[in-house]
């Protein structure tokens, strides 16, 4: 049987990675062979491709921009998700194509049907069975990020403007296919959002 390719998507500081870790453990507690990676990155040319992506200060026009993260996971696709779902494993992806309709087709303003379009062709068409998308107020975002360390990226520059545009771009892609993105409140204790998150894709543990 034909593995599940579960996506996790949402503004830095949602919670994105711990999620992953958490939904991965649970899912193999019971069972469930899973296979837990990230965007970009995961293979080696995506990995590359990443540190660009994310080095500050360089300067990466917005198609560029769309077309590398694309180039990521085309490479991905390929080279991992393909075959590990073709070999039954579920696929916990930390992010996928709905980031870059968020980031780059709202945020950067290419529109989401172009950036949709360019993403379909680098993953032969692939879609996430189910897609979890956290939500959390800027304040605790912040938080998130301060208390992790690290020194923000060349995205995470952005005036809040960006930001603004990707949330109002997520709740778009969300209100459109309530079916595949389920929203979790991602302010809640992170047992709460386990929780949630299972209860999201209970109906495929099922299948």
Not at 71 to 92: D, H, I, T
Not at 114 to 119: I, L, R, T
Not at 131 to 140: K, Q
Not at 158 to 182: C, M, N
Request: hydrophobic share 45%.
């Amino acid at each position: 049987m034909r593995g599940r390719l579960i996506t996790i998507e949402g503004l830095d500081g949602t919670g994105k990675t711990t999620l992953a870790e958490a939904l991965g453990r649970a899912l193999e507690d019971r069972g469930q062979p899973v296979e837990l990676l990230r965007e970009p990155g995961g293979v080696e040319l995506s990995e590359r491709i990443r540190a660009l992506v994310k080095e500050p200060g360089l300067t990466v026009g917005a198609r560029a921009e769309a077309l590398l993260y694309a180039a990521a996971r085309a490479q991905l696709v390929e080279e991992r998700v393909e075959p590990l779902l073709s070999s039954g494993v579920w696929v916990l992806l930390d992010r996928f194509v709905d980031s870059s309709l968020a980031y780059q087709g709202a945020g950067r303003g290419l529109g989401v049907d172009e950036v949709a379009d360019v993403n379909r062709f680098g993953t032969g068409g692939l879609v996430a069975d189910r897609t979890l998308l956290l939500r959390a107020d800027t304040a605790t975002r912040a938080e998130r990020q301060a208390v992790r360390g690290e020194p923000p990226d060349r995205l995470e520059l952005e005036e809040a403007a960006f930001f603004e545009r990707i949330a109002a771009g997520y709740d778009k892609l969300a209100s459109a296919d309530p079916a595949r993105v389920r929203s979790i409140d991602a302010s809640l204790a992170p047992d709460a959002v386990l929780a949630a998150a299972l209860e999201a894709v209970s109906d495929l543990l099922d299948q």
